[in-house]
């Protein structure tokens, strides 16, 4: 029976309470010592010939009858006030059939911003959009509008538009106090009063942009009253519901697909204003549209990882415990956007008592931001255990001694207990796999380092009128001497060894459904609204029904991403499909299960608690010739198909779920080129039980690839003097190539976690971007002695630091000479 | 993108014909510049002239007196293959092996390398370009990062700032080769040789080229000259990532060594200004001169001297002499890795 229930749901970051309609009483989860033979088990994708030969169709890939192609026309300034527009040009053009704009686009009930705004905040903002028989005749159409636009002042620059007199975004101003996100535990002064070492560092993050394979686009067609759109997005039910609220229609007269997907990262996770468009245009010419973004506007206008400017600040006692935490965070949101939860880790890694966190969005006249993989969570990582392992320098504490040293055993915020964490154990295998050892020993630098000076750094920076309640107006970076460096290597090169933590939601919750189908043959449909964006949903549900109703894996075939196939998935996001649609799944198994048994009861003239269900037969436990294969009971019920409903459980009330790792970077620096070189990335994570390890190595390894990219080479450059983006191709926005991959060995850490969900499964999607690029700047610091501050590490950045480095040595040189020693004392400030 | 007319060029005569008299037509081999220039409309030819399919032009033959003469139709990849190209010339090797994508090698011309256009993302994005035939140089007072070093005079916005991105061109400049360009109405037996470094000019407002090419004219082959015996040679880049990426700034050196003497030394920069840039200087000091800590240094000094950075690419200076130093060491040295 249904029944409403309230929860707490987590997602990229951020908690929220809701109702939820539950179907019946959840199942245990499986127990750690069941022996499970499908889930577990490293099964290639269901869906892999698909992709390899073609057959699978993307977005990109559907061609309907006599459908038209839609291209948009797009803002070339970063601010400008639309004057006049004139599409005379452009309906003359051959083959172009109809042109939209601010003038003419019709009311609807979408709740976003206009479709065409005359006020347009960022280049890439859309402006008019055409639709033709063919895409070269709508793209030729675009250079035939004629517009009138009036520049307006833009700040581009996150540093630049939390000064005062910034150029503004809005009239309201660029930053605002009032709609901070600030979280307050205890009390930071008398925490940092009570503390033996202080450190304190400001970082600044660049603007990562998702480049999905697959660009963002709809294929969208009516049927009378009836639309049905192929969309690439995260959410095919959250498309459905705006869409049905943009064109005033019935629910069930909206139909959303996704079956494959080229990437999402977060990008695809809402409505694209494109998707509007293209049904709006297929509405008014009567025939489907297809309109598809290019590279360009991926990059422009579809979202990105907000670029930050932070400052953190850490007080110790003198035997490494936590008294304080201080992390303010400014985030480039663009145009419009959100701040991701970039305290995330400094209020909930460590434990202690006295934390503080400031969250501010910075608009800029750049796209709006959106989710991506971990978002948040990335950038805050980097500060707070950027900051960590300035304190163990300044302790002369081991890092990974520090953060056994304030190991957090329950949720502070929530003031819970954790469902399971495994986090000192992937310490522990880390260490071990990645020879941790020898940073102390032999050949890596010394526990204890000798500070060798502190440099004056970067300014500090406070919303509009208001100084921020701690840190000062500089802060000052520790030099420290590295130690001795192993033998093998040339002089000018220098290797360190560096390791951060992870922390991340990923236990998901309800709502989801499926159902699941058991056919006359014994063959298995599961259906359900969730999506595949590409992570291996399909197998992996697979494998979850198949185990429940222990048949082999072929026989299930699941449906999803179609918002007619099965009842409501969630978003494909904060990591939560396997942990919310996999127990959902499970669920429908198991009540077809109980359906299949008592059916098998009345045939085998037995009662429904002697059966069993084993290797796809019914039996008499202890007699199995009482028994009848699962084929031949279906067989015998004509053309009825068992049907099993299943629903996830509300979340444990009692415990916080969390996925927790860690992970280990080898680096190697070039002191006389700049050159970071990543060789080696160990990775261990705790994401309770594994359903399938094969698609969890695939996530492992793109999310520390797509890390590494952060760390390394992808940032958003803007000109300065247009205001617009000169890295929107893949030439100048680097991603990593195969070659820039290091070897990347991983482990998960073992054991389920029975409290989270039925299956005792975590999301692995995002937990593995988390801590790459906090490891790989640790280990940067480990080779040099100086901290990387501003990521990514690029050549300019990586040869300053080294020049501060030997203009440290040169000035201690000079100060030996004149009899005055500085070197010695490790310590504190 | 704008529709345009289409030849198969049977004969140069034919193709030069074309695109000497036809305003708005553009010579097309490898097309790895061309069509992405045309696709993103930075460049909207009338009229492409295909010479991919002059067999003529595409060889690589041994010169009288040593040498190696490569019709400028020879794609990377063949390049990059051939034996007496590894073995010989290592440096032009190496400096192939580091360009772009297999998949581009394949396709691209060597010619073609020479004559592509800067990667500069001012020209080749919606943005003030003198190439593009705007006022002023975006780039001298922007995000110049990837910008020059060497050779623009002044960052005054009149002038391009722009660097060559060919990394064939830099190994090929220290090698001292020359490229044929054939005239049109010219007889094959007029065409002159000219020192690789003086195809290229740097553009400025008035003449907005970045070769000495009139419409027309077609490089027809390289020569590189045999190598002094024992000459040793090395390319190195550095890159924004491991592959698929122009040199931040390249060093390509060629070394002869007497003993411990280096009896000639040639040192050629990418990445720094609109052609290769040759460390002369340097190269003066070095000749004749036994090797030694000091000398190197001041080698490293040199290569750098007269160095203008841009505000941004100030990184590239001690790039710059990281590279040279590691250069001379894989030189000079043979017992000591780069």
Known sequence: MPELRKTVVEIEGRLHEEYVVVDGEDLPAWPEDRVLSRVGQPLPRVDARAKVTGTARFTHDIQLPGMLHARILRSPHPHARLRRIDVSGALAVPGVLAVLTHENVPELGWPGRPLFDTVLRYQGAEVAAVVAVDEAAATDALDKISVEYEPLPFVVDLEAAVEPDAPRVYPEGNVSADEASVYVRGDTDQGFAEADVVVEANFRTAAQLHNCFETHGSVCSWDGGRLTVWDSTQHVFGVRKTLAQAFGLPMH????????????????????????????????????????????????????????????????????????????????????????????????????????????????????????????????????????????????????????????????????????????????????????????????????????????????????????????????????????????????????????????????????????????????????????????????????????????????????????????????????????????????????????????????????????????????????????????????????????????????????????????????????????????????????????????????EGGVIQGLGFALSEERAVDPQTGRVLSADLENYRIPTALDVPIIDHVMVPGADLAANNLGAKGVGEPPIIPTAAAVANAVYDALGIRPTDLPLTRPRVLAAIKRLEEAAQAVEAGAESGKEQAGEGGTR | ???????????????????????????????????????????????????????????????????????????????????????????????????????????????????????????????????????????????????????????????????????????????????????????????????????????????????ILNPGDVVVEIRVPEQPKGSRQVYLKAMDRAAWAFALVSVAAVATLDGNRLADLRLALGGVAYKPWRARHAEEIARGHVVSPELVDEIVELAAEGAMPLGANEYKVPLLKGLVRQALRAVTDESRGI
Request: charged residues 20%.
């Open chain 2, 1 to 211: 993108m704008k529709p345009f007319a289409y030849t198969a060029a049977t004969s140069l005569d034919q193709a030069q014909e074309i695109l000497s008299e036809e305003w708005g037509s553009r010579l097309y081999a490898g097309g790895t510049d061309l069509l992405t220039l045309t696709k993103r409309g930075t460049v909207s030819p009338d009229h492409l002239v295909d010479i991919k399919g002059l067999a003529d032009f595409r060889y690589l033959r041994h010169l009288t007196g040593g040498g190696l003469a490569i019709g400028a139709l020879t794609t990377l990849a063949e390049l990059e293959a051939n034996r007496t190209v590894h073995r010989r010339f290592p440096a032009l090797a190496r400096s192939i092996a580091v360009t772009g994508t297999p998949q581009l090698r394949n396709r691209a011309t060597v010619g073609g390398n020479l004559c592509q256009q800067p990667r500069c993302w001012y020209y080749r994005g919606d943005f003030p370009c003198l190439l593009h035939g705007d006022e002023v140089c975006g780039a001298a007072k922007g995000e110049n990062a990837y910008h020059a070093l060497f050779g623009y005079e002044s960052a005054d916005g009149n002038r391009c700032v722009a660097v060559h991105p060919s990394d064939p061109a830099v190994a090929l400049s220290a090698l001292e080769a020359e490229v044929v360009v054939a005239v049109p109405g010219e007889a094959p037996v007029n065409w002159e040789a000219t020192p690789i470094d003086d195809l290229f000019q740097q553009p400025t407002k008035d003449f907005p080229g970045t070769t």
């Open chain 1, 253 to 700: 007269d909206v139909r959303v697909i996704k079956q494959f997907m080229g990437g999402g990262f977060g990008s695809k996770g809402g409505t694209g204003r494109y998707t509007v468009i293209a049904a709006l245009l297929a509405r008014q010419t009567g025939r489907p549209v297809k309109l598809l973004l290019d590279r360009r506007e991926e990059n422009l206008a579809t979202g990105h990882r907000h670029n930050t400017l932070q400052y953190i600040k850490l007080g110790a006692r003198s035997d490494g415990t936590l008294t304080a935490i201080y992390h303010q965070v400014f985030a480039g949101v663009g145009a419009w956007g959100w701040v991701a939860p970039v305290g995330g880790p400094a209020r909930e890694l460590y434990r202690c008592p006295n934390v503080k966190t400031e969250e501010y969005a910075v608009c800029l006249n750049l796209g709006p931001d959106s989710a991506f993989r971990a978002p948040g969570y990335v950038e805050g990582t980097v500060a707070l255990e950027g900051a960590m392992d300035d304190l163990a320098v300044a302790l002369g504490m081991d890092p990974i001694e520090l953060r056994l040293r304030n190991y957090a055993d329950t949720n502070q915020p929530r003031n819970l207990p954790y469902s399971g964490k495994g986090l000192r154990e992937a310490y522990r295998i880390g260490a071990e796999l990645m020879g941790w050892h020898l940073r102390e020993t032999t050949g890596y630098l010394p526990r204890k380092r000798t500070i060798l000076a502190t440099l004056g750094g970067g300014g500090n920076h406070s919303p509009e009128g208001e100084q921020p309640p701690a840190g000062p107006g500089g802060v000052e970076d520790l030099v420290c001497w590295p130690g001795t460096q192993p033998e093998d290597l040339p002089p000018h090169r220098r290797r360190g060894l560096g390791m951060a933590s992870q922390i991340w939601g990923g236990g998901g919750g309800p709502p989801a459904h499926a159902e699941v189908r058991v056919n006359p043959d014994a063959t298995v449909t599961v259906a359900t609204g969730t999506q595949d964006i590409g992570t291996g949903t399909r197998t992996v549900l697979a494998q979850v029904a198949a185990e429940e109703l222990s048949i082999p894996v072929e026989h299930v075939r699941v449906l999803l991403g179609d918002t007619e196939a099965g009842p409501y998935g969630p978003i494909s996001a904060g990591s939560l499909t396997v942990a919310s649609v996999g127990p959902a799944v499970r669920a429908a198994a198991a009540d077809a299960r109980r359906q299949l048994v008592e059916l098998a009861a009345s045939l085998l003239d037995a009662k429904v608690e002697e059966l069993i269900l084993k290797d796809g037969r019914v039996e008499v436990a202890g007699s199995p010739e009482r028994g009848i294969a699962l084929r031949e009971l279906t067989a015998r019920l004509g053309n009825f198909m068992v049907t099993g409903h299943g629903s996830r459980g509300p979340n444990p009330e009692d415990v916080a779920v969390h996925t927790f790792g860690a992970q280990f970077a080898e680096v190697e620096v070039d002191l006389e080129t700049g050159a970071v070189e990543v060789t080696r990335i160990v990775a261990v994570h705790d994401s309770g039980r594994i359903i399938n390890p094969l698609t969890t190595s695939s996530q492992v």
